[in-house]
């Protein structure tokens, strides 16, 4: 399931914080926390194993701490299941891991990040509407990486744009393990894209928007670890727009993604997603329609149908149903989420 608050958006609104707190003359350190009560109930499922209950909570939390007016230490913490269910599950596996630990420096022209960071491509994977609209654009984000990141702001032609870079490796480090639940420390021998022992990958992003219409478009090579038989190269595309038509505003969300040896195999893969939400009273229902397609195996679809309301201040809940078909199994599932941030 989607988190609606990724760590990384926590971070990034804590660092920030952090900074003009220090720049005020106040506290040095910022922290912004979302907890989620979540159940996944699939319900009717061609494979028989695959229909069970899964209720378990998720915590982000984005901390930082301004060493100077400019410059800022920051941590992306998550405390969820780190294993996949294999029965009926009630609040068990979970683990707390670091999924950023990272310096940020901002010179003014660009701002520089040093350490374990998530690198910038796509946006799906945060964007799609609802609980379950991201669970395919999430194969492609690039997370928990050790290397060096740059953000040059832009602004042009009447709208606000940020040109990414990083160059990066994949940690193994005893942050790639988690405390209570352990999901294991990588190592080399494990092999995977981006798992090797020098920062050898790299992806670069522009993003921005001009109005009402956001967009995003990325490149990325990450080279292939131990045992893979290839170095996989990727491009995404993305767009987002609000249309105003008077009472009813409605966004809309549209993204590709094309990988070549996707994964380290010899593999191509493409990723579509299509997503749009709209107010209705207190109710914003959205759905979204996704298609995963890899060479050698069956086309994976993906159709969501979820309704969120703002419950009190901070609190919000959601209910939404999900229909999925994954190496050819069709499957059914409900799921419910509660979310509080602060």
Same mark, same amino acid.
């Given at each position: ?6 760590? $990384? ?19 040095? &350190?910022?922290?912004? &926390? ?27 939390? /984005?901390?930082? #701490?301004?060493?100077?007016?400019? @410059?800022?230490? !920051? ?15 009630? &609040? ?11 310096? $940020? +420096? *901002? #010179?003014? =022209? ?25 669970? #395919? ?9 050790? =290397? ?8 042009? +032609? ?12 994949? %940690? ?23 798992? @090797? ?12 928007? #001009? ?9 990325? +090579? ?5 045992? *893979? ?11 987002? +727009? ?19 040896? &996707? *994964? ?35 086309? %994976? ?30 499957? !059914?599932?409900? /799921? ?7």
């Amino acid at each position: 399931m989607k988190r609606l608050v990724p760590a $990384s958006v926590a971070l990034l609104s804590a660092a920030s914080t952090a900074a003009m707190a220090q720049e005020g003359g106040s506290s040095r &350190f910022s922290a912004e &926390f979302a907890i989620e009560i979540a159940n996944d109930y699939t319900f009717d499922s061609d494979d028989p194993a695959a229909e069970l209950s899964d209720t378990y909570v998720t915590i982000g939390a /984005g901390l930082s #701490f301004a060493l100077a007016e400019s @410059t800022s230490i !920051n941590a992306g913490l998550v405390f969820e299941p780190v294993l996949d269910p294999a029965d009926d599950r009630f &609040f068990e596996d979970h683990g707390l891991y670091v999924e950023e630990l990272f310096l $940020s +420096h *901002d #010179f003014g =022209g660009a701002e520089v990040v040093l350490g374990k960071f998530n690198p910038a491509f796509g946006a799906a994977w945060d964007l799609a509407p609802g609980i379950y609209g991201a669970d #395919f654009a999430e194969d492609y984000e690039i997370t928990e990486k050790i =290397g060096v990141g740059i953000n040059i702001p832009i602004t042009a +032609h009447g709208g606000e744009h940020t040109l990414s870079f990083a160059m990066f490796n994949a %940690d193994r480090s005893l942050l790639s393990n988690s405390l209570g639940r352990e999901r294991g420390q990588t190592n080399l021998a494990a092999g995977g894209v981006s798992n @090797t022992s020098s920062p050898e990958s790299y992806s670069v992003t522009l993003s921005g928007n #001009f109005g009402a219409t956001g967009y995003n478009f990325g490149v990325q +090579h990450q080279e292939g670890g131990q045992g *893979d038989v290839a170095d996989q190269t990727g491009v995404v595309l993305g767009l987002t +727009h609000s249309f105003d038509t008077g009472s009813v505003p409605w966004e809309v969300l549209a993204e590709i993604a094309w990988f070549d040896k &996707f *994964d380290g195999t010899r593999n191509s893969a493409r990723y579509y997603t299509l997503g749009a939400a709209v107010p209705v009273g207190r109710i914003t229902l959205s759905g979204t329609y996704s298609v995963r397609d890899i060479d050698t195996a069956p086309t %994976d679809r993906l159709a969501t149908v979820t309704a969120e309301m703002d419950l009190a201040d901070g609190l919000s809940g959601a209910l939404a149903y999900r229909w999925g078909r994954e190496d050819g199994v069709d499957s !059914n599932t409900i /799921g419910t989420l509660l979310v509080y941030e602060f």
